[in-house]
């Protein structure tokens, strides 16, 4: 429901829906939508290599990390991190040769990669705001980037490595793993 709210808001009109035996429970609340539920030892090839793709890049993510685990919030994060890149640029089977999906059905300007000041999986202290500034409280926390918000308004969210749980602030300092 939230994706057709997104695309309707922006538009667009989702008349059909493929969708696996997950979404059988739900299939008679999608309203006008036709949903198509596919038998259970069938695939649809576009969406099966869109994951081999995404399941790729957050490979490529981990590697590169030297972690041993990964916490449910980090990994939510690299994946979206990872879709979030794939959508920002036009794919050769897109619908323009120039406008990215996000464009197109967010009407949102592509990422300026030169702001981006930290990757998900970097470690950080992420200062806390503090009032009064004048108090013995810590003034920043461990923490792990998750990513940018998506509202680009410089903020960006970190699993705090104190209580595991998400934080955002704005202004935080990279240091080493």
Excluded: W
């Excluded at 993510?61 to 994060?77: E, M, V």
């Excluded at 490595?161 to 935080?172: A, E, H, P, S």
């Amino acid at each position: 429901t939230q994706v057709t709210n997104m695309y309707s808001s922006n538009g667009f009109t989702v008349t059909d829906i493929i969708a696996d035996q997950e979404f059988k429970c739900i299939q008679h609340c999608m309203g006008p939508i036709n949903v198509e539920i596919i038998p259970v030892d069938e695939h649809v090839e576009e969406a099966e290599r869109e994951i081999c793709t995404i399941k790729e890049r957050v490979r490529c993510t981990t590697h590169g990390l030297p972690y041993r685990r990964y916490p449910l919030h980090l990994l939510i994060a690299i994946v979206q991190s990872a879709i979030r890149c794939l959508n920002q640029f036009p794919t050769k089977s897109g619908v323009s040769e120039r406008l990215s999906p996000i464009s197109i059905v967010l009407g949102r300007p592509p990422i300026d990669y030169n702001q981006l000041l930290a990757a998900p999986g970097t470690y950080v202290q992420a200062y806390n705001y503090n009032t009064p500034t004048n108090t013995m409280t810590e003034r920043s926390v461990d923490a792990i980037v998750l990513n940018m918000s998506e509202s680009r308004n410089g903020y960006y969210y970190f699993m705090s490595l104190d209580t595991g749980k998400v934080i955002n602030r704005r202004r935080f300092t990279e240091l080493p793993i």
